[in-house]
C-alpha cells in the first residue's frame, strides 16, 4: 500500500507559476512509475506527465510540454510538477499516482492516487 499526498496547489494568475509536490508514504518508492493527472470540473482525468523509476525517462502531454517539468527525489520519497506559464485552462485539481508495472498515460495503470490539490489559474 502506497499513500500519496499532494500539496502546492492555489489561486494564481495567469502567467503565473506554481510547484505541486507529492510525498509518498512507502519503503519502495523507487519502485514506482511517478504520475501527475488532472481533473477540470465536468471533464474526465487527464494525464499531464509521468517520470520513471529512475528520474532517467519523462512524459508529458502535449498541452503542458515546454511549460510544466515533472521531477522526482527517491531519498526523499518526493515527486513534483514545476508548472509554468500557467493557462485558464490548466485549472484542476492535479491528482499524483504510483505504479509499479508500466510507464504510460492511461489512468487504469496507476494503482495508488492521492486525493489531489486544487489549481485555479485566473485570467
Known amino acids: 500500500q502506497v499513500q500519496l499526498v499532494e500539496s502546492g496547489g492555489g489561486l494564481v494568475q495567469a502567467g503565473g507559476s506554481l510547484r505541486l509536490s507529492c510525498v509518498a508514504h512507502?519503503?519502495?518508492?523507487?519502485?514506482?512509475?511517478m504520475g501527475w493527472f488532472r481533473q477540470a470540473p465536468g471533464k474526465e482525468r487527464e494525464f499531464v506527465a509521468a517520470?520513471?523509476?529512475?528520474?532517467?525517462?519523462?512524459d508529458y502531454a502535449d498541452s503542458v510540454k515546454g511549460r510544466f517539468t515533472i521531477s522526482r527525489d527517491n531519498p526523499e520519497n518526493m515527486v513534483y510538477l514545476q508548472m509554468s506559464g500557467l493557462k485558464p485552462e490548466d485549472t484542476a485539481v492535479y491528482h499524483c499516482?504510483?505504479?509499479?508495472?508500466?510507464?504510460?498515460?492511461?489512468?487504469?495503470?496507476?494503482?495508488?492516487w492521492g486525493q489531489g490539490t486544487p489549481v485555479t489559474v485566473s485570467s
Open positions: 499516482a504510483a505504479n509499479r508495472r508500466s510507464y504510460g498515460r492511461n489512468p487504469d495503470e496507476y494503482e495508488y
Open positions: 512507502t519503503n519502495t518508492f523507487s519502485a514506482y512509475v
Open positions: 517520470i520513471g523509476w529512475s528520474a532517467m525517462s519523462t
